[in-house]
């Protein structure tokens, strides 16, 4: 695809429910960053790929979130037992750089409501 | 860990005026310096970024300064239009998996 693609757009859990929140990065980007952006934030790092491999999970807020990269390219990111404060628009963004930052690029995001 | 701080939180200004934007941030060993502009319901887009051994970029109506010694750097929108009004985002790299972004800047270009 042209861009960076996020699948669901929106998402409405129950309190508990666990979720998967889709990521199709733009074909042949090496890196892959997930961020979470509350409200009237700016994006908050998650976790990086660089192809398959999960370089960086430091931002990952707990033990119920989870990524995965399997094949180096479509990644998925994973909440368990959703809480509300884990309501918040998931980006997804994606970079030619193999050193991890540069020129990235965002999907739309995935908008997580917990009820 | 690395913190950016952005300002002002709101910028309202008038079409064919300029805008300007002011980031700090802490860790000296960022090195890369991007600007995103985010419209309601969209993910970011990048409109520019510098390195940090260059000091001043320039991409038609979008400049972008940074000061290392200082640690701050603008953004700078000349000859502003209504389709310019967004959120706008600046963001550093304390390290290569990463970005650390400040809180956001609003921007309304009335006609």
């Known amino acids: 695809g042209a861009g960076v693609s996020q699948s669901p757009r929106y998402k409405v859990a129950k309190r508990g429910q666990d979720v998967a929140l889709r990521c199709d990065p733009i074909s042949g980007h090496v890196s892959l960053f997930w961020y979470q952006q509350a409200l009237g934030q700016g994006p908050e790092f998650l976790t990086y790929?660089?192809?398959?491999?999960?370089?960086?999970k430091s931002g990952l807020p707990s033990d119920r979130f989870f990524a995965e990269r399997p094949e180096g390219s479509v990644s998925t990111l994973k909440i368990q037992r959703t809480q509300q404060e884990d309501s918040a628009v998931y980006l997804c963004?994606?970079?030619?750089?193999?050193?991890?930052?540069?020129?990235?690029?965002f999907g739309q995001g995935t908008r997580l409501t917990v009820v | 860990g690395e913190n950016v701080e952005q300002h002002p939180s709101t910028l309202s200004v008038q079409e064919g005026d300029s805008a300007v934007i002011k980031c700090t941030y802490s860790d000296s060993a960022s090195n890369y310096f991007p600007w995103y502009k985010q419209e309601l319901g969209k993910g970011p887009q990048l409109i520019i970024d510098?390195?940090?051994?260059?000091g001043e970029k320039k991409d038609q109506r979008i400049a972008v300064t940074l000061n290392k010694t200082a640690k701050h750097f603008s953004l700078h929108i000349t000859e502003t239009q209504p389709e310019d009004s967004a959120v706008y985002f600046c963001a550093a790299s304390p390290k290569r998996t990463a970005l650390i972004f400040g809180k956001g800047t609003t921007l309304s270009v009335s006609s």
């Open positions: 790929f660089q192809n398959e491999a999960q370089l960086d």
């Open positions: 963004a994606s970079s030619l750089a193999r050193q991890g930052v540069g020129e990235a690029f």
């Open positions: 510098i390195r940090s051994n260059v």
